[in-house]
């Protein structure tokens, strides 16, 4: 069977197939074969799946699968295989290697080390469109919505049993391409069923096997398989066909397992020769030391006659020492009685000595313990007098800080931050929060012309009718329907102004926004209508809304259709408490799906029982957001709790509905919180429409 000589990892164009076969036996006839099955495989480790790595280039070429899950992946021999020809044949399949990493008994048993060393490799060549799923096949399966996946590897527990019940348990997750290939459908030992199963899928399903390598099944469970994969099945009725097919990638494979086999024995040699090249160092080293020893006892043998001389200087010195020793007792003996004399004169004097140190340090003791008092009340008054000053201080301190706008202001984050407590229950720890500001505030526009609440009230009769606070309702309501703020506000004259002011008319801009953004600190005077400031006038003016204030400036305009991408595992909920307002909702769902974080996120808008019909446009407006509303009003912090039950994010993210979000913000926000365990809650710079600072964080106490 003629084959090219030129090596299979040299291979560079992917896409020609190659002829292989018997070219002198019309009986056998030939097989094409996508280049890709020639490949160098990248991943070598300890595997009984080596001989099968070039069909599994080859299957990938010919089956290009849109989704491939590995039940079983061990050491990754087989799983990167399929992942290096998808990345080589450019395509766009998704991989999942599902495997809880403990092994079994047909695997054998083993530590974290395994999957350290898999991931690190996944995450280095195919984290673009591979993922390891540390679960088992039971659990993954759920993952996995059904005709899903185009082509399934099982190489698990192979009891007939436990590949009976994988096959069963993910058969509805394949789809009308799926494909099944079950390893080690050869092995005929101890409790391996792998061969007797397969026996029931031919009854059903067209397979094809391979009996090199364990053997290898693979079963078409999909009436749509591709033209190759069916010719291949077809083989299998073809003895010579099937005998052909089956040589071929035998010998490929033999190929990839003497790779693998030489490149260990190239380790061996390897450690071989260092440990040779350690003996021989050893044996270097032991020959210094032999000659050391040899030296030192030639060093020994003349010390030997030294020690000798120095025996005979010994023992003359020994009768001078017994002459010695004799004249010295007699010496002590007569040094023995006086000593004992001075022995009673000491011990009497010391007797005495003592009586006098112990009178000392009783009246020491006494005037010390005087001293000490008196610093003691002395220090006492000190910090009695400090603590009071400090009391008065932080009495003073706390009435300041309550009064401050900061305290005001992050009253709501305090509420929202203590409610929450008892909402996050469904996950280990609570969600750490992301809020945007609960509460508007006048902003510059507004403050052209002030807030005149008594003439709010008189211009506009159905707030006053509704008992709400006028400023909080221009603020939440009013802005947004074009109501004015105050008389001056409604008395605006545009035509007059532009007429005054030619280049404000050229500018296009809108006069009301100009006199507010520009022409008041220049100086600028505008005409009033009517000059009275009357209710009804308010009623039939209009000012400008936040969309028109927004349109001149606005970055990101929304499309016919907002499209938010979503996640399966999001990291951040972003919660959006609404009641109407469906612009402004619009408005900011559109910032985010211009610009959406990095982070996995998912959107929940929350609608607080709104009467109106209006937020029904979310629905065919929006994609990717999740919209739940209130059977009955619940007001702003019941809805935000409400939401954040239906979370499944690690952190919550509040935002206000007339608020646009700015490329990165929420990637930032969550840097912070990723980079400090101990920070719980991080806040958003707030921006005027007009760019000015509207709020930039504030004090929260507990």
């Not at 070219?23 to 094409?32: H, I, M, Q, T, V």
């Not at 309501?477 to 007429?499: I, Q």
């Not at 998912?602 to 019909?613: H, K, L, S």
């Not at 929420?666 to 707030?686: H, N």
């Amino acid at each position: 069977m003629p084959i090219s000589s030129k090596r299979f990892g040299e291979f560079d164009d992917t896409t020609f197939s190659i002829s292989l076969g018997f070219d002198d036996d019309p009986a056998l006839p030939n097989l094409s074969v996508n280049a890709a099955a020639f490949m160098q495989p990248i991943h070598l480790e300890h595997s009984a799946w080596h001989e099968h790595i070039p069909f599994a280039f080859w299957l990938t070429g010919a089956h290009r699968p849109r989704t491939f899950v590995e039940l079983g992946t061990h050491y990754g021999v087989s799983y990167f295989a399929f992942c290096q020809a998808v990345e080589r044949l450019r395509l766009s399949t998704r991989c999942y290697a599902v495997d809880s990493w403990q092994g079994d008994e047909h695997a054998g048993l083993y530590g974290g080390d395994v999957y350290e060393k898999v991931s690190t490799h996944n995450a280095r060549f195919y984290s673009r469109f591979s993922a390891l799923m540390r679960t088992t096949f039971d659990e993954g399966v759920a993952f996995f919505a059904d005709g899903e996946i185009d082509l399934l590897h099982i190489d698990g527990y192979h009891t007939l049993e436990a590949v009976k019940h994988d096959f069963e348990a993910w058969l509805p997750k394949l789809s009308e391409r799926g494909l099944v290939i079950l390893h080690d459908s050869n092995e005929r030992k101890g409790d391996f069923g792998v061969f007797q199963f397969i026996e029931e899928l031919r009854k059903t399903y067209p397979c094809f096997e391979f009996a090199h390598g364990h053997g290898l099944a693979i079963v078409g469970v999909g009436p749509d398989q591709p033209s190759l994969v069916k010719r291949l099945f077809e083989a299998d009725g073809d003895e010579a066909k099937r005998r052909n097919v089956q040589e071929i990638f035998a010998r490929l494979g033999k190929a990839c397992s003497n790779e693998y086999a030489a490149g260990h024995l190239r380790s061996e040699v390897a450690a071989l020769s260092r440990e040779r090249d350690r003996a021989v160092g050893e044996i270097e080293r032991l020959g210094t030391l032999v000659a050391r020893t040899e030296a030192e006892a030639r060093r020994l043998t003349g010390m030997v006659g030294e020690r000798d001389n120095l025996n005979e200087t010994i023992a003359a010195a020994r009768d001078q020492l017994a002459e010695l020793t004799e004249e010295n007792a007699a010496f002590r003996r007569d040094a023995r009685g006086a000593a004992e004399t001075l022995k009673a004169v000491t011990q009497n004097n010391k007797v005495l000595h003592g009586q006098l140190e112990q009178r000392e340090r009783e009246a020491a003791e006494t005037l010390n313990m005087n001293n000490v008092l008196r610093a003691q009340v002395g220090q006492h008054e000190r910090e009695l007098a400090a603590a009071a000053q400090q009391l008065a201080l932080r009495e003073q301190e706390l009435r300041r800080l309550r009064r401050s706008t900061p305290w005001r202001m992050t009253a709501l984050l305090r509420a929202v931050t203590g409610a929450s407590r008892s909402v996050s229950r469904k996950q280990e720890r609570a969600p750490r929060f992301m809020t945007a500001s609960a509460r508007p505030k006048l902003d510059h526009a507004d403050e052209a012309f002030g807030f005149e609440r008594d003439w709010y009230l008189s211009a506009y009769a159905d707030v006053a009718a509704s008992g709400m606070d006028a400023e909080e309702h221009y603020l939440r309501h009013g802005k947004g329907e074009g109501r004015f703020p105050s008389r001056a506000a409604a008395e605006f004259d545009r035509g007059g102004y532009l007429s005054a002011n030619p280049d404000v008319a050229a500018s296009g801009m809108d006069p009301f926004l100009h006199y507010c953004a520009h022409g008041k600190a220049e100086g600028r005077h505008f005409a009033r209508i009517g000059g009275q400031g009357s209710p009804q006038l308010a009623a039939e003016a209009r000012q400008p809304s936040f969309l028109e204030r927004r349109r001149y400036e606005a970055s990101t305009p929304r499309g016919d259709k907002v499209r938010i991408p979503d996640s399966l595992h999001p990291v951040v909920s972003v919660i959006i408490p609404t009641y109407g307002q469906v612009e402004f909702t619009l408005r900011c769902l559109s910032s985010i799906s211009a610009h959406p974080p990095q982070v996995p996120f998912e959107i929940i808008v929350m609608d607080d029982a709104f009467p109106g019909e209006e937020v029904a446009r979310l629905k065919t407006e929006v994609e990717g957001i999740r919209l739940i509303r209130n059977p009955e009003n619940q007001g702003f912090l019941y809805t935000c709790n409400i939401a954040a039950k239906e979370a499944s994010g690690k952190y919550l993210y509040f935002l206000n509905n007339d608020t646009e979000v700015f490329p990165g913000a929420i990637d930032a926000l969550v840097d912070v919180l990723e980079a400090d365990q101990t920070v719980g809650l991080t806040g958003s710079k707030l921006i005027f429409p007009d760019g000015k600072l509207q709020e930039a964080g504030g004090d929260h106490l507990e």
